[in-house]
């Protein structure tokens, strides 16, 4: 079953004095099963963030169709999109946007509270989270108190507790040293593995080498995708490799 199904997506921007145009995604399609681990990659200005940013609801495309388990989001008034966001969607971004004023439970149980849950269902539904990714002993401490790694596993029970049907990632290991990466990464790997969709978009190898499937974004249009299959990570890690070579020096996808 596709949790998430994207049909013909196209997004035009128009400069603030009309007089230029600039299309960042042209007739995108593509679609992600329940349970599904897919990495997006694309250089700079290839559309990859602007076609999240259309995913999560917080922008909206030009023409095409965006649908999470069965619901158009174009369909959705504006005054519905919030909620329909925290019910169904959870996020992980590079900069891990957490509160500086609140401490790591209070930033987790926000789109709790903002769902009018009581403090015994939030902490209920933390304790289990928070021991599997190894933060229960930190959570009355505030962001600047704790490492970037911290920061992170913190933003990711935000992202979770809610049970969200899609979880999307914003260059989640960017802000992040090379064994919290790896942490962090496993981390997806057993969401992933007990049947959590995650959406990555990322510029690292190694990142995506992780996904069960890698879309290429180039020119704001799907150019080619890998399926992992059987291939351990270091095989993907390569074949990625190979494919981001040959977008960066214009080859064809079939050379």
Same mark, same amino acid.
């Given at each position: 079953?596709?949790?998430?199904?994207?049909?013909?997506?196209?997004?035009?921007?128009?400069?603030?004095?009309?007089?230029?145009?600039?299309?960042?995604?042209?007739?995108?399609?593509?679609?992600? &099963?329940?349970?599904?681990?897919?990495?997006?990659?694309?250089?700079?200005?290839?559309?990859?963030?602007?076609?999240?940013?259309?995913?999560?609801?917080?922008?909206?495309?030009?023409?095409?169709?965006?649908?999470?388990?069965?619901?158009?989001?174009?369909?959705?008034?504006?005054?519905?999109?919030?909620?329909?966001?925290?019910?169904?969607?959870?996020?992980?971004?590079?900069?891990?946007?957490?509160?500086?004023?609140?401490?790591?439970?209070?930033?987790?149980?926000?789109?709790?509270?903002?769902?009018?849950?009581?403090?015994?269902?939030?902490?209920?539904?933390?304790?289990?989270?928070?021991?599997?990714?190894?933060?229960?002993?930190?959570?009355?401490?505030?962001?600047? &108190?704790?490492?970037g790694g911290q920061k992170q596993r913190a933003?990711?029970?935000?992202?979770i507790i809610t049970e969200p049907k899609l979880?999307?990632?914003?260059?989640?290991?960017?802000?992040?040293?090379?064994?919290?990466? +790896? +942490?962090?990464?496993?981390? =997806? +790997?057993?969401?992933?593995?007990?049947?959590?969709?995650?959406?990555?978009?990322?510029?690292?190898?190694?990142?995506?080498?992780?996904?069960?499937?890698?879309?290429?974004?180039? +020119?704001?249009?799907?150019?080619?995708?890998?399926?992992?299959?059987?291939?351990?990570?270091? &095989?993907? =890690?390569?074949?990625?490799?190979?494919?981001?070579?040959?977008?960066?020096?214009?080859?064809?996808?079939?050379?």
């Amino acid at each position: 079953m596709a949790i998430l199904e994207v049909s013909n997506l196209k997004k035009i921007y128009t400069t603030r004095l009309g007089g230029t145009q600039v299309q960042a995604l042209r007739n995108v399609t593509f679609s992600a &099963e329940q349970g599904e681990y897919v990495a997006i990659m694309g250089e700079s200005g290839s559309g990859k963030t602007t076609l999240l940013n259309i995913l999560a609801a917080l922008d909206s495309p030009t023409s095409g169709r965006v649908t999470v388990d069965g619901k158009n989001l174009s369909d959705l008034k504006e005054k519905d999109l919030s909620a329909f966001r925290r019910s169904n969607l959870g996020f992980v971004f590079q900069d891990f946007n957490l509160l500086d004023t609140f401490n790591l439970q209070d930033n987790i149980f926000l789109p709790l509270v903002l769902a009018g849950k009581t403090y015994p269902e939030m902490k209920e539904k933390l304790e289990p989270i928070s021991a599997e990714l190894g933060i229960s002993d930190i959570l009355q401490k505030y962001p600047y &108190e704790v490492s970037g790694g911290q920061k992170q596993r913190a933003a990711v029970a935000r992202a979770i507790i809610t049970e969200p049907k899609l979880l999307l990632a914003d260059e989640p290991t960017g802000a992040l040293d090379s064994h919290s990466a +790896d +942490d962090l990464l496993k981390i =997806f +790997d057993k969401l992933n593995t007990k049947g959590q969709t995650v959406v990555m978009v990322t510029h690292s190898v190694n990142a995506a080498s992780h996904a069960r499937r890698v879309l290429f974004i180039r +020119d704001g249009e799907v150019y080619h995708q890998i399926y992992r299959g059987e291939s351990t990570e270091e &095989e993907m =890690f390569v074949k990625i490799s190979d494919t981001l070579t040959l977008i960066a020096t214009g080859g064809e996808k079939n050379a």
